[in-house]
Nanobody
Framework: QVQLVESGGGLVQAGDSLRLSCAAS????????MAWFRQAPGKEREFVAT????????YYADSVKGRFTISRDNAKNTVSLQMNSLKPEDTAFYYC?????????????????WGQGTQVTVSS
């Protein structure tokens, strides 16, 4: 079956960096657009970044633009999120997701597969 497994979360201070990774199995990874979403307690799941099958067509939420970088390695079936200059408002559970097609890439309801998530906590 399809599995997406995130890793790399943790507790850091404001201004620090973290790198999240997501390892995919059970699907033809290169056929899927991949994305990162996050969810803070009491809030709706929020789009963070997405990358197309080929590694092109990368989009970011305005709140992370210039600080976060999404990348993928189709040979290793992995997608990563490099997070720099972290802020306390970046604190959330971060999820990796996969979908076919390129439409509605920021709508979490359009994604087919999800990982279990990894916690990122940024202290001030």
């Amino acid at each position: 079956q399809v599995q997406l497994v995130e890793s790399g979360g943790g507790l850091v201070q404001a201004g620090d960096s973290l790198r999240l990774s997501c390892a995919a199995s059970g699907l033809t990874f290169s056929s899927y657009r991949m994305a990162w979403f996050r969810q803070a307690p009491g809030k709706e799941r929020e789009f963070v970044a997405t990358i197309r099958r080929s590694g092109a067509n990368i989009y970011y939420a305005d709140s992370v633009k210039g600080r976060f970088t999404i990348s993928r390695d189709n040979a290793k079936n992995t997608v990563s999120l490099q997070m720099n200059s972290l802020k306390p408002e970046d604190t959330a559970f971060y999820y990796c997701a996969a979908k076919t097609g390129d439409y509605s890439y920021s709508d979490y309801r359009r994604y087919d597969y999800w990982g279990q998530g990894t916690q990122v906590t940024v202290s001030s």
